[in-house]
């Protein structure tokens, strides 16, 4: 095989990398991340750590916002760790003289704030949350998880290290613009059919859509009479009004459950992460 | 809810126009529906609006870039107006058009291995492996993933680098590497639930024909991998895969014997996966000479009667035609000027070799060297012109062999290497030989030599396109291999380039470096 030579190298690094020892596992919060203990953190982040940054993990006066739903924001627990008793060297940020616990209740409060919904212990019967996403739902009419479901809208089955909590929450009982790649469209073609769907593209002179069959139609602009935009999102937000309480809970329950990420993260040593 | 009940009634059911085993059955023209286009693997389409009276007009007509890419080995495949281009562990889906993005799928978590050379279609689905050898699948139309199947152990050491080949439901999939004493495997897994179907085994084990070839236990680490796209007769119903070189590459003595089936192309059946017939080009090799070059199916009369061919040059130095109903030997020609280690191959096409080239520990010129005098870039048939394109390597190495031992997990096991003889500069060529007799029509030289660069596209319209590593993309005359077009893609080009057609209007195409460079004739409009 002469095939790659120059990524032969790259090849051997790899090599060298897997032959090397297992990582190290790193320490974890001896006192859990449950909600009660992430409520202490935030009284006591509130308490300890206003002097330069913002309450409740906003931006403060001395120092920067801690909370980035973002996950690549995150650091692991022991770094959080190291970072409030020890200070940061070349930054304003001193060691604390808080006892080891309070460190570990800041730091899974801080956690928390930089957590995606997979994080969170989310209360709710997940089975159950399934049949109403397929039932009740209609959830599974547009939305696909693992392979099985509609096209029309983003695929579930990461949605719970893809938004937070709050997020999917929020997406079920708030109207909101709709994504990227999936904004609802009618388009006129010169000879007066009418394509309804999402696009999947569009710049000044193309256009592509989606169609509720799930047929991509491709068109250069001077093909079409007309293209109207909507500017909501397909997707409905009353599952607070149409759902019953404890039916809304095991949707969130669900989709808050799903993760196709967990491998990866587990390989950088953050095995609390995901599921 | 009700809201969206009209627009997405039926949706679960009704999906992306379905792709048929009798579309990817078609002779090559409008659509390219897979790695080799077509399969029979002639990389010859019909499409002749681009011909040699306008070749010269031709331009751009888009371009893609593909974000952190780099050296892209992608053939693109393009189906009902979209085009699936692929790297490592990434699919993007582009309007065939325009260029424009329609989705893109990135596999996390993301082993890097290997480049990918590319999608396969059937169904509403677009299939792909992934360098942790999972095959996925992804809905062609939205690009979310369906399933993912493991078929190999990347712990092991194994990728996947080829494209698949989808036939009747099932796709098959092949692995790398071979140099590191990893026995290839070739498996069919069900394109509608990713089961395995059947696992064919490049290296026999002890109680299977062919074992006898290796000594002792030599075949337990042994190479006859799989990595490069297959063909297809539908008739025969049969498969045809090369396989690569035998681990340890240049220490021959602790593997006595022909080695099988490594240096071979195997024909399979579709259904079951066993084997039919095969045919070894180099038994015993000592030179890393993979047989891997796509083996091109052709129906043509020989000797008086019409024959189904498949014809092959390989590393060797040695163009092949080989009966592909029964894998009889019916023509060997050399086609590498430079060639020392056979003196002729014997009636039945085996090689005669030349007492003592071989890797030694001091060290032994040999010709081809280890590049081989052609490799795994595209090759392409023209039936009107009745030639076989491909790209050839002129050079010699300095073998040396030694005492290296496996080491399981995927660790170079190649028993050393060869260098380039320092007073002979290697040099590249497209060349054009005679179908049947493997005589000479053309050839035409290659800037560069030390890299392969892309493969070759024959079309209708008389025009052999070829991607060198400079960068130039040109389009010479079928016939003579006068250069009648270039074009500095200003990126190493690596893959092999493709035609298609949309709304009246012939396309080519190629991944050149890190972008997606569409062409068409000049439209004043």
């Known amino acids: ?275 | 809810v009700t809201k969206i009940t009209a627009i997405a009634f039926g949706i679960a059911s009704t999906l992306f126009a379905q792709l048929g085993d009798k579309q990817l059955r078609q002779p090559l023209a409008d659509n390219w529906y897979h790695y080799n286009g077509s399969y029979d693997s002639r990389r010859h389409s019909e499409l002749k609006q681009v011909h040699t009276g306008n070749v010269s007009s031709l331009v751009p007509s888009w371009m893609f870039h593909v974000p952190n890419a780099a050296r892209m080995q992608s053939v693109p495949v393009v189906s009902n107006g979209v085009m699936y281009v692929s790297q490592e562990n990434e699919v993007y889906a582009l309007n065939a058009r325009t260029g424009r993005q329609l989705w893109e799928y990135h596999r996390v978590p993301a082993i890097q291995r290997a480049p990918n050379r590319g999608v396969a279609v059937w169904g509403d689905k677009v299939y792909f492996t992934t360098s942790d050898d999972y095959l996925i699948a992804l809905n062609a139309a939205t690009g979310n993933i369906i399933w993912e199947s493991k078929f190999a152990d990347f712990k092991e050491g194994y990728c996947s680098p080829a494209a698949p080949l989808i036939v009747k439901g099932k796709v098959i999939v092949g692995v790398a590497f071979g140099d590191r004493g990893l026995n290839g495997i070739l498996d069919a897994l069900d394109a509608t639930t990713g089961e395995i179907l059947w696992s064919f085994h490049a290296i026999p084990k002890p109680g299977e024909a062919g074992n006898e070839t290796w000594a002792g236990d030599s075949w337990k680490a042994a190479g006859g991998d799989t990595w490069l796209t297959g063909s297809y007769d539908p008739e025969l119903n049969l498969v045809y895969w090369p396989i690569g070189n035998p681990s340890p590459d240049f220490n021959g003595d602790v593997r006595l014997g022909d080695n099988l089936y490594t240096e071979s192309v195997v024909a399979l059946d579709l259904d079951t996966g066993k084997l039919k017939w095969y045919f070894q080009f180099t038994p015993h090799d000592t030179m890393d000479w993979d047989a891997v070059q796509i083996p091109m199916l052709i129906d043509a009369v020989y000797d008086g009667k019409p024959r189904k061919l498949l014809a092959h040059a390989d590393r060797n130095g040695f163009y092949y035609l080989l009966d592909r109903e029964t894998g009889k030997f019916l023509h060997g020609s050399q086609f590498a000027r430079k060639l020392n280690w056979a003196s002729g191959l014997t009636p039945n096409g085996k090689p005669i070799r030349v007492p003592g080239i071989e890797p030694s520990l001091k060290g032994t010129k040999i010709c081809p060297n280890s590049y081989g005098a052609t490799n795994w870039i595209s090759p392409a048939y023209n039936p009107d012109t009745g030639l076989v394109y491909f790209v050839a390597l002129e050079g010699c190495g300095v073998a040396s062999k030694n005492t290296e031992t496996f080491r399981p997990g995927g660790f170079q096991y190649r028993a050393t290497g060869d260098v380039p003889v320092p007073d002979e500069t290697s040099r590249m060529f497209v060349r054009a030989i005679d179908m049947r007799t493997g005589e000479f029509k053309w050839e035409q030289e290659r800037a560069s030599a030390h890299n392969w660069g892309g493969g070759l596209l024959s079309t209708a319209g008389g025009l052999v396109f070829s991607a060198d590593y400079e960068g130039q993309f040109s389009a010479m005359d079928t016939r003579s291999g006068k250069t009648l077009w270039h074009f500095n893609t200003g990126q190493r080009l690596n893959a092999g380039p493709i035609t298609y057609s949309l709304n009246g209007k012939q396309y080519v195409a190629l991944c050149a470096g890190s972008d997606v460079i569409s062409f068409a004739l000049f439209d004043k409009k």
């Open chain 1, 1 to 275: 095989l002469q095939t790659y030579p120059s990524v032969r190298a790259l090849l051997w690094l790899l090599a060298i990398c897997i032959a090397s020892p297992a990582q190290v596992v790193k320490p974890r919060n001896p006192l859990g991340n449950g909600l009660d203990v992430v409520a202490q953190g935030h009284e006591l982040y509130n308490k300890s750590c206003t002097a330069c940054h913002g309450r409740d993990g906003t931006q403060g006066d001395r120092a920067p916002a801690l909370g980035a739903a973002r996950r690549y924001f995150r650091l692991s627990e022991a770094a959080i760790f190291d970072g409030i008793k020890t200070g940061i060297p070349g930054t304003a940020m001193p060691a604390s003289g808080l006892p080891d616990p309070d460190v570990w209740r800041i730091v899974a409060y801080i956690r928390n704030i930089r957590s995606t919904a997979s994080d969170n212990d989310v209360p709710g019967d997940v089975q159950n949350g399934f049949g109403v996403y397929r039932g009740k739902g209609g959830c599974s009419s547009c939305h696909m998880i693992r392979g099985r479901g509609g096209l029309l809208g983003p695929d579930l089955s990461s949605v719970g290290t893809q938004l937070t909590l709050e997020q999917i929450k929020s997406s079920l009982t708030h109207a909101s613009p709709p994504q990227a790649g999936f904004v609802p469209v009618e388009a006129t073609t010169l000879s007066g059919e009418v394509i309804k769907g999402v696009t999947k593209n569009e710049d000044a002179f193309s256009i592509d859509i989606l169609d509720s069959q799930g047929k991509l139609h491709l068109f250069t602009k001077d093909e079409l009479r007309s293209v109207a935009h909507q500017p909501e999102s397909l997707m409905p937000h009353n599952f607070d009004k149409t759902l019953t309480p404890s039916e809304f809970q095991d949707l969130v329950a669900m989709l808050s459950r799903q993760a196709r990420i967990k491998v990866h993260k587990e390989q950088q040593g953050e095995n609390e992460v995901g599921r």
